[in-house]
Every structure is written in C-alpha cells, then in structure tokens.
C-alpha cells in the first residue's frame, strides 16, 4: 500500500479487504477539505456500485479514530489526513 | 561456641540429617512438574505465581478450530490454561494443511476436535479438553459459552459472528475476535470490560461496530479469496496473547473472579487491522464506546436469551442466504458432459470453436483447458459504459475480434464453479459479441468442478 503522504490540499483515502478489491487500489488521494457526510457519495462516484456493496456495511475511520456516520455532520477531512474504509472480514 | 561450630550452623546440620528420606508432600501452590513447565513465564512480572494460578483456573471456550484456532490453542495449551473447550463440526480436509497447523495427514477425514485434542495432549497433557462437535448454532449458543470465562472467535461467517458476540453479551464474557483474508486481519476485544447491557462502562460490541451485515454476496470465505497461512497464524497467536492479558489482568486468583474483569485498568477498546503487503503493516483504530441504541448491548437491546434460544432471531436470515446464480435459460447452457461431447465433435468436423475462461488469471495459470483463452471476470463485471469501454479494454477487443473471426462457431463460457460464466454470457450478449443472436455463447454448467467430476479426473482441484 503506498500510503504516501498527500500532496497539497488532498488526504490520503485508504481501502482495505473488499473495499480494496472493489476500488482495485489499496490507496489514493483525494481533495480535502470533504465533509465526511460527502465522502460515500464521492467515492460512489468513482466506484459505482460501492456505497451498497462495500460502505453500507463498512467502518469509517479518519486519523486511526472511529467515525460513527449517525453521528459526523460537521466533521470535515482535512488536508493531509488519513482516512480508511475497514469492511469487516468475518472469515478465519 | 562447642567443638569450635557456632551453634546455628550446628543445628541446621543436625535438622538436615535428622531429615526423612521420604519427600514431604508438595506444600507449593503448583507441582513440581509446573514450576518447570512455566518457569520461563512464571519469572516474568505480567504472570508470576498468581498469573500462573489464574490461567490454571481459568476456562476459555474457543469456537472454531481451523486457521485461527489451531495456533490460539497451541499457545493457550502451551500457556497452561487449565480447561480449553473446542467448537467444531467440521473434518480435516488437505486444504486445511497449509495454515491450520494442529492438523496433520494423519488426521485428514476426522473431526477437528478430535485432532486438536490429540495435538493438546502431546503437548500439554495438563490441560483438561472439553469437545463439542458441532457448530454453533442459536440453539446451542448460551449453554455451551456458559460455563466459560472468555471466548475466542475464530470462526468464519458473518452469522456465527454475530451469534457469538450477541451471546457473550447476554452471559458476561469478554469476547477476543480475530478473523483473516488473504493478506489481511482484525483483532478486537469485544465486551471488554464485559458490564451488563445498557452500562456504558461495558466494551462495545461487534454490532455496536459493525451494525449491518455485508450483503451476502460481498461476503468472501478463504475457499474463494484464498488465505495466506502466516497472515490468519498472527492473528491467531495475537487472540492467545490477549486472552492471556485479559485472563490474568483478571481480579484475583480463583475462578469465580471473573466477574471483576472491569476492575483492573482495561485500556481503550481499539481494533488492531493487519495487512501483510502494506507500510505499516498494523494500525491500531480507535473504537467507540458502545453505541447508544445498540439492538445488543444498549439499554434498548432486542436481543433477549429467549429471542436467540427459540430461534425467532434469525441468524442466517439477518445475514442473507447466497443463491447459487441461475440467470440464463436452458439453452443457453450445456453440461460439462455436452461440452466434452461437442469439443471432440467440433474437432473432428474440422472445424473450431472458442472456449472463454472467466476466472481471474492467477486461476487461469493454475490450469485451463487447452485452447481456452482468459478473460477475467473482475474486468467483464467493472465494465460500466459498455460499448466505449469495449475498445479501451484490450482483451475485450481481442475476444472480439476473435469471436468475429471465427465465422458464427459456438462460444462456451466457464469458470470455477459456474456462476460467474452465467454473467459472463449476459454481459457479452449485451456487447453484441453474439452478433445479434448469431452466434450461440452459452455456459459450461457446474463449471471447471463439473469438469473434473465428470470429464476428466486429472483436472487439478484446488
């Protein structure tokens, strides 16, 4: 995962388990500052399809911080920060 | 001074003939073969002798005895945990090998129980063993985990995972969870401190977490999307390390203590997320305290003892049920027996035919049929804007071109098991590939596994 420091004005959006393998990617940057109630319509917009498939049922965290989406209006990602979709992994 | 010895000197001589030559039955609080055993973590200040008497005391129920069971057993047993209940219905299969490192040749075709209780014995014959070959079930939730003091998720559906962290709510106990996929884990103590639902000093839990379920078909098992053996391993030995921790952090030596798992400093509840192939290979997420409203924890909860014993909630059904993919009509499908028939046909006319392999190049490279060419489906089913995307996608263009070529010859489809094909074959009619109906496409039923079963037996399974 090339979890790269984000250039000016960006953050770094990370994608790990079935998040990783819709987005193809395992990282990438993207333009901050993005309330976090946008980001699932963003990222919608790039994968299509995922916000059902994968977010629906994700957890959300920015600067390694849980972010419970009932709960974030006012929240913004800021420029620099560390943003990942966790997708809970139930096999073993 | 008498007979030049000081007098002490001459009375701990004298005691020490006077000796019996019978050795005084053990007065230590463990035996003389633990004291050896543990030695290496009885010196170390996290365990000492009242650790070593927690773990003995302690029982840990670990429901799933595959990837991540084997190596959290290996070390619980190793640790001196003095009762270890194993939850399994399954059997040893080869592919179990690799990663599930209890199991060995011998014990291929027999319960996983029974193999890892044979591995414990050799190893530790200290640990008392309780079996249950079964799988967890609602009905069997609460009175297996019952008379345990801490539970271990090791097993490998959205369902049982649900079950597990809902039961170990409902009765107490603190829940350490890890799960794995190809090149990634996760590991949380659920429930921990583990306080009765509705007291927001309590651990979250998984649904406090994770409140819905990923559907069905976004869900991937380790048969499907692979396992690599070390990645499920840490995970494993990192559930045995906290239950360790949690076991003797635990109020005081005896059994009973658990109940005052709360008392000591238990640190913030976080997620540990491991991913082989990435920089840094572990994060450290910070979690929420338990989520107001919670269906399971929360003042609120709906999840009743009742509720989960008498089956009305529904595991399974809250998870979702994949159906097998059933989209194409009749004739658009033949049976691997039909296709073989109609490769040696075809060649023996003199003409040809084309054969599509869906399944993702590294399977493809594993083995194919020979003349199939590979067209992976994570390419056929990203395709949005079809009929531009067509020319930017090389191998689309060249099936295509293919197709075209080949002067309206049948076009068969397959994959592993025969689902994939089926939406291969529509996406591909929808291209126009067929020529507006041609050209046959159609599917191999059952998919390379039909064709092993039923054609050719030295086709490798994998």
Redesign the interface.
């Known amino acids: 995962m090339a979890s790269t420091k984000p250039p000016a004005g960006q953050f770094n959006m990370l994608y790990f388990a079935a998040a990783s393998t819709y987005a193809k990617k395992q990282s990438e940057h993207l333009k901050a500052p993005l309330p976090v109630s946008e980001l699932f319509d963003t990222l919608e917009q790039l994968y299509p399809g995922i916000k059902e498939k994968v977010l629906s049922s994700c957890m959300l965290t920015v600067n390694l911080g849980y972010v419970d989406l009932d709960d974030a209006a006012g929240i913004k990602i800021k420029e620099g920060d560390e943003v990942a979709i966790i997708p809970p992994v139930s096999s073993g | 001074m008498d007979g030049g010895f000081p007098s002490d000197w001459r009375n701990d001589v004298l005691a020490a003939l006077s000796q019996p030559v019978e050795e005084a039955p053990n007065t230590w609080p463990l035996t003389q073969q633990e004291y050896k055993r543990y030695g290496r973590q009885l010196i170390m200040p996290e365990i000492g002798l009242q650790g070593q008497l927690k773990l003995k005391n302690a029982k840990v129920l670990v429901i799933?005895v595959?990837?991540?069971?084997c190596p959290a057993i290996a070390y619980l047993a190793g640790a001196g945990v003095g009762t270890l209940g194993l939850v399994d219905g399954d059997v040893v299969e080869e592919s179990n090998l690799h990663r599930q490192i209890l199991h060995t040749v011998g014990g291929i075709g027999e319960a996983k129980v029974d193999s890892a209780r044979r591995f414990v014995k050799e190893l530790n014959p200290l640990v008392k063993i309780e079996e249950y070959k079964v799988r967890i079930s609602g009905d069997n939730a609460l009175q297996m985990i019952a008379p345990y003091d801490v539970v271990l998720d090791?097993?490998?559906?959205?369902a049982s995972?649900y079950l597990i962290s809902d039961s170990c709510v409902l009765l107490g106990k603190p829940l350490v969870s890890?799960?794995?996929?190809?090149t990634?884990?996760?590991l949380t103590i659920f429930n921990y401190p583990p306080r009765p639902a509705g007291d927001p000093a309590g651990g979250p839990c998984y649904r406090c977490?994770?409140p819905?379920?990923?559907?069905p078909?976004?869900?991937?098992?380790?048969g499907d999307?692979g396992?690599l053996g070390p990645v499920?391993g840490v995970?494993?030995l990192l559930q045995a390390l906290e239950t360790i921790k949690a076991i003797t952090a635990a109020g005081s030596a005896d059994a009973t203590a658990f109940s005052s798992f709360a008392e000591p400093a238990v640190n913030p509840p976080t997620?540990l997320?491991f991913?082989a192939?990435?920089?840094p290979q572990f994060?450290?997420?910070?979690?929420?305290p338990r989520?107001k409203g919670c269906a399971s924890c929360s003042a609120e909860a709906t999840v009743t003892a009742e509720a989960l014993t008498s089956g009305s909630m529904d595991y399974i059904q809250f998870c979702g049920l994949t159906h097998p993919v059933n989209i194409l009509t009749p004739k658009e499908r033949v049976s691997a027996l039909q296709y073989a028939e109609a490769r040696k046909n075809i060649s023996l006319s003199g003409k040809s035919h084309q054969v599509v392999d869906v399944r993702e190049k590294v399977q493809f490279d594993l083995c194919h049929l020979y003349g199939s060419i590979n067209v992976p489906f994570?390419i056929v089913s990203?395709l949005?804007n079809a009929t531009t995307e067509v020319v930017q996608t090389p191998v689309l263009q060249q099936l295509k071109t293919s197709i075209g070529k080949g002067g309206g010859e049948p076009v068969f489809v397959v994959c592993r098991l025969g689902n994939d094909s089926q939406v291969a074959v529509r996406k591909f009619k929808e291209l126009g590939f067929d020529g507006g109906g041609k050209i046959w496409i159609g599917d191999v039923r059952g998919g390379l596994k039909a064709w092993r079963e039923d054609v050719d037996p030295s086709f490798p399974e994998y």
């Open positions: 799933g595959g990837g991540l069971g090791c097993t490998d559906t959205p995972r890890a799960s794995a996929l190809r990634e884990g996760q977490i994770f819905s379920p990923p559907p078909e976004a869900v991937t098992s380790c999307g396992i499920v995970m494993g997620m997320t991913s192939y990435s920089s994060r450290s997420i910070r979690l929420r989520k994570s990203s949005r």
